[in-house]
């Protein structure tokens, strides 16, 4: 058989669920991972142990793969241009995934494009903070450092010149953005492949907790159909022009006056995405391999009015799996998703998704299916 | 993490497809394959290579599981019946798999039970298939060895005493049974669990070519509603008297006066029920993983009107993948299931699932593609 080889690189859920996707295409899925019980070493049978940040593992690892994918943005970018350099198909490449990387680089590429983002700049200090609010309706304003940040790490929400010490003390740089007065957060999910054809997702609402991903709705509900269009033109827009392979994720704020602002991208399957499994013709799974294999994509419609995809979080109890009894009992339409990961408190370590006509039943069972893995409610 | 382990022992697509509904599930997966280029030694990251058939081998293997179950049925009766004297837990037992073992014992079985099956008993040698042909409609008469037989292998159909004598040289038992005039053949699909919970999939219609399944059409075109509750009621009958655990598929003739009679048994995941990973709420290979764990049964109902699937056989053309280009750009909403084994003429090397509102729609796109992969089609 002359079937491809994936490689991705990075073991987590993100690599456990293209595995999942990558079996039954026949496509061969080799992995990436920095030990063996990360969450998708536990499930693929082709697993090197290996450190992304080595150029050497990266390239010993690349030899065998037809192409190159990520499950997480923490390869250096030199890195990856040595591997383009070796004729390694690397996808996204490094030119798109700096976009991801960086915030800076991100928001000064969204200004060229003409894409509606907070406002925001590079900052050099506290005082520098100040100015920053003065430019506009004054404190509170967001710092992030424009490297290394996810799920709330790396972003600061700060009401004064004191408060804005903090982020300086990594000595990386720091972007400023308004706190922007937003209603809720959606999403707007695209994939992309080389040859230029994209699909898009519906808008999915995501709702945070904590600065981490609670829920998904999709799609958003009460989202004018205008609105929608409009996020997924932004999303398309950014695939197009930055040349994103794969799966985009581009977070969204929706304002009270019905803007649309971009707030982050990732360039890899993403938690605003998890929802597709179940919910949509075509998971972003299974696209994000056929993308970066450069086949034609798969149908990104929904096979339901409602699909809700719920966080499972870490809780004070070890033992999830005593909790199946109730909640496969309970709701025998529950789609349990677990990623094989140690509970702490807190730890993503599964989603639950449930679908349905009626979006009340269908948030309630996801909902209860989560806090009762989690442990926070008992019945 | 509590996660109980599921050993499978085989390593053919069934278990491949087992695999892909483990991951979700949090379910560790561990696999006995007899080489590792087995269809699903190529994806499950846990696998020991041996031989089914050495009980030293299954001790060893059985030791690391919570459950063993089975990707075919050619472990030896009494290999079953000592790893249970070890106190393993074999799902389906070796109590209830001998029916699927044997068709004489199936048969005797099933006449107790009142199931209507072809006339058919025990036959001697040549001289007595012309008594047996005699005591019913005469030749023809279909000859079948009790062990060993799958998709046709191990089956004649013989319209003379001459024609007979092929079945009885492998020297063990010989069943020999009515040729039944069928309309078409159904198959009723259950999962049970230890605890005997049950869940029963719509009643579906095997197209069958050259005596192996082609195509698979949920549910059975036609079916009067009552016809088809029979059916589901033979199967559940089946497998609460045999104490199955895991999915039992219940292969049916349908005859033109309305007759529904039991042609074989399959305690594994079946041909005719891969159509429930795209078409069912739950797919027979997470009601499997979940029934040999007694878990609540997830739920067995279709998600479209009609879910077509079709086998996908070697052809001419070893290189399957170069035919994706044309099915994926054809119909986004295909789905293809490879099995990762080489291509040899007539061999099932994957299937294809369509599903949507119009039948003949439906079927077209599965039947489109599966001709395409083969090559025996080229637009």
Redesign the interface.
């Known amino acids: ?4 080889v994936v490689g991705m690189i990075g073991g987590g859920q993100l690599a ?2 293209t ?2 996707a990558a ?4 496509i ?2 080799k992995l990436l991972s920095a030990t063996p019980q990360d969450s998708a ?5 082709d ?1 090197v142990i290996g450190d992304h940040r080595d150029l050497d593992t990266l390239r010993a690892f690349a030899k065998g793969c037809d192409v190159v994918t990520f499950d997480h943005e923490h390869v250096p970018t030199e890195h990856l241009r040595a591997l383009q350099a070796d004729g390694i198909a690397v996808r996204p490449g490094p030119d798109a995934l700096i976009h991801a990387q960086d915030k800076g680089v991100m928001r000064a590429r969204l200004d060229e494009l003409g894409v509606p983002c907070p406002r925001h700049r590079i900052v050099t200090g506290p005082a520098d903070v100040t100015r920053f609010a003065g430019e506009g309706d004054g404190f509170p304003v967001v710092l992030k450092t424009v490297r290394g940040g996810y799920d709330g790490k790396g972003v600061w929400l700060v009401r004064s010149e004191e408060e804005a010490a903090e982020p300086f003390k990594a000595g990386v740089p720091v972007l400023a953005e308004e706190a922007v007065d937003f209603s809720r957060e959606l999403a707007a999910n695209v994939v992309r492949s080389p040859h230029g054809q994209a699909v898009v997702y519906p808008v999915v609402e995501s709702v945070q907790v904590g600065g981490v991903c609670d829920t998904v709705i999709a799609p958003a509900p009460g989202l004018p159909p205008e609105r929608a269009l409009r996020a997924q033109e932004i999303a398309l827009t950014i695939a197009r022009e930055l040349d994103v392979t794969g799966h985009l994720a581009v977070e969204l704020f929706e304002t009270a006056d019905g803007r649309i602002l971009v707030n982050e991208l990732a360039m890899r399957p993403h938690n605003s995405g998890h929802w597709t ?1 179940d919910g949509a ?2 998971s972003q799974f299974a696209n994000h391999v ?1 993308a970066v294999l450069d ?5 990104p419609r929904p ?1 339901a009015p409602w699909t809700v995809m719920a966080n499972v979080l870490g809780g004070d109890y ?5 909790a ?2 109730h909640c ?2 309970r709701d ?12 702490r408190p807190g730890r993503k370590v ?1 989603h639950v998704t449930t679908y349905g006509t009626d979006l009340a039943d269908v948030r309630e069972r996801a909902r209860h299916a989560a806090d009762y893995l989690r442990g926070t409610i008992t019945e």
């Open positions: 058989m002359t079937f491809p456990r669920m595995h999942e079996i039954p295409l026949g061969r899925f070493a536990q499930v693929v049978n697993v499994q013709v075509t056929r086949l034609p994509l798969g149908d096979r070890p033992d999830m799996y005593a199946y009894l496969m009992a025998p339409q529950l789609k349990i998703h677990m990623y094989g990961k140690d509970v599964g």
